[in-house]
């Protein structure tokens, strides 16, 4: 069996989000999810403000403003010896407020885009991708699978509302 370890840091001064409990669900299953013979996986999250978040998006992803998540897989230093059963997996950076705008913005529920966004980190963490198509397609049925064990609806299904004012 594996065992997990969570560094969850509140950086945010937004009220509204997930307990550590919740968090730590998501993590769990999604990384009992993948097939390993790890003993020990350790991983951080971190919820953060707007400015925190832009700062990291600017200096690791030369983009302005903050994002949603950002993932930040560990990558050991030459020459460091590895265990192989222990894996660091990395960092998932959430910007609290904008979760929240967004899930106002999409009309979905701030814990059901809570779950996304840290499933997604997690998957990330583990190198999936979304650079391409194919590599999308298949980062997307992972989560939309992960999602659906907490009864989750598909993040990718969206909803066509005719606004009557928009029509000439």
């Known amino acids: 069996m594996t065992e997990i370890h ?5 950086a945010s001064e937004e009220l509204e989000g997930p307990t550590d409990e919740d968090i730590a669900s998501w993590v769990e299953y999604t990384l009992l ?27 690791f992803r030369h983009k ?14 030459p020459g460091l010896p590895q265990q192989n059963d222990y894996r660091l997996l990395g960092d998932i950076v959430i910007c ?16 059901s885009h ?7 980190g997690i998957l990330h963490l583990l190198g999936y991708d979304h ?9 997307e049925r992972n989560e939309i699978r992960l999602l659906s064990h907490f009864e989750i609806p598909d993040p990718y299904q969206v909803v066509h509302t005719i606004n009557t004012n928009d029509i000439h």
């Open 6 to 10: 969570i560094d969850i840091q509140r």
């Open 33 to 59: 999810d993948q097939p390993t013979d790890i003993a020990v996986m350790e991983l951080s999250v971190r919820l953060v403000d707007t400015d925190e978040s832009a700062e990291l998006n600017q200096t």
């Open 64 to 77: 302005t403003g903050p994002t949603n998540v950002l993932s930040f897989p560990f990558d050991a230093p």
């Open 96 to 111: 609290a407020p904008l979760v929240a705008q967004e899930a106002t913005q999409q009309d979905k529920s701030k814990q």
């Open 114 to 120: 809570w779950a996304h966004l840290i499933i997604h």
């Open 131 to 139: 650079q391409n198509d194919s590599d999308a397609q298949e980062m």
